[in-house]
T-cell receptor, first 111, second 116 residues
Framework: QKEVEQNSGPLSVPEGAIASLNCTYSDRVSQSFFWYRQYSGKSPELIMSIYSNGDKEDGRFTAQLNKASQYVSLLIRDSQPSDSATYLCAVSLFGNEKLTFGTGTRLTIIP | EPEVTQTPSHQVTQMGQEVILRCVPI?????FYWYRQILGQKVEFLVSFYNNEISEKSEIFDDQFSVERPDGSNFTLKIRSTKLEDSAMYFC??????????????FGPGTRLTVL
């Protein structure tokens, strides 16, 4: 069973601080990695994608990938109350289109 | 900005009835997907569709499920005989699958299916 693991939280972070979300995956042939944000009762919204080792930055968001450790993370700088949501890590395997999701980490930004 | 749309937003049906969930993917996308999310659980892959045929399906996607692209814009999921355990949010997604990774998939707002 190919697994994507996330700490379910809740993770509470003060407004303006850095939120750090982590994800590990079990299948070494995983190729692409995604972070989605999901507000309660809503659909997943793509925030970041990454497929090369290292960091990828987009505004306040930075995705980090370490394939040797099978680890991907998302940093949110200058956290805002509107960032409060569940963050889903998703993985796709080499040559395979489907996404395998983790259970998500519930993030709460405290004003 | 282009987006995936889904109808209806909420469908209530009796056990054993057939339901059709509809999706309009982003217009220049070529790959289409259905996922579901049971309340409080993770998002699960059901099926992927490309070039008018299923490219992959999960073990959840058994004989009671089918997908179709009846015209150039719609993508449908049919559940032939609904069961109580089919109650979930069903999400349609699409991607353009440009050459090379990543295959970014964009999700529609979902259809909440309630089976009574």
């Amino acid at each position: 069973q190919k697994e994507v693991e996330q700490n379910s939280g809740p993770l509470s972070v003060p407004e303006g601080a850095i939120a750090s979300l982590n994800c590990t995956y079990s299948d070494r042939v995983s190729q692409s990695f995604f972070w989605y944000r999901q507000y309660s009762g809503k659909s997943p919204e793509l925030i970041m994608s990454i497929y090369s080792n290292g960091d990828k930055e987009d505004g306040r968001f930075t995705a980090q990938l370490n394939k040797a450790s099978q680890y991907v993370s998302l940093l949110i700088r200058d956290s805002q109350p509107s960032d409060s949501a569940t963050y889903l890590c998703a993985v796709s395997l080499f040559g395979n289109e489907k996404l395998t999701f983790g259970t998500g980490t519930r993030l709460t930004i405290i004003p | 900005e282009p987006e995936v749309t889904q109808t209806p937003s909420h469908q209530v049906t009796q056990m054993g009835q057939e339901v059709i969930l509809r999706c309009v993917p982003i217009s220049n996308h070529l790959y289409f997907y259905w996922y579901r999310q049971i309340l409080g659980q993770k998002v699960e892959f059901l099926v992927s569709f490309y070039n008018n045929e299923i490219s992959e399906k999960s073990e959840i996607f058994d004989d009671q499920f089918s997908v179709e692209r009846p015209d150039g814009s719609n993508f449908t999921l049919k559940i032939r005989s609904t069961k109580l355990e089919d109650s979930a949010m069903y999400f349609c997604a699409s991607s353009s699958r440009l050459a090379g990774p990543p295959n970014e998939q964009f999700f529609g707002p979902g259809t909440r299916l309630t089976v009574l």
